[in-house]
């Protein structure tokens, strides 16, 4: 159990302030870090308009996918099984996609 807000920035010791993570998350987060990680898992369910990943979904080019990404064959090849692997997530950057 991890308070979001560290105990000891004033997070109250209420249900509304914990979030259950594993441990190598809880211990990478420590008591500095007030990231709320409560709607990440609806954030890979999340599609936008417009998106041409998004759009691949059901297009018959996907070769491999998982909850986290998806792994299309890539349409101008520079190798033979050249390939992409694309986040579900919507991020700015790939720093973005750290843990969890
Ligand atoms: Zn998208």
Do not use: W
């Not at 979030?19 to 954030?43: E, H, I, P, V």
């Amino acid at each position: 159990m991890n308070h979001i807000i560290p105990r000891n920035q004033g997070g109250p010791d209420d249900l509304s302030n914990f979030q259950a993570l594993c441990f190598r998350c809880n211990a990478g987060k420590r008591d500095t870090d007030r990231t709320d990680f409560r709607g990440l898992l609806a954030s890979y369910q999340h599609r936008q308009e417009g998106c041409v990943f998004c759009a691949l979904e059901g297009s018959g080019r996907v070769l491999l996918e998982n909850e986290l990404a998806l792994c299309i064959a890539d349409a101008y090849p520079v190798s033979e099984g050249h390939s992409l692997v694309i986040p579900r997530r919507h991020v700015s950057d790939g720093l973005e996609l750290h843990q969890p």
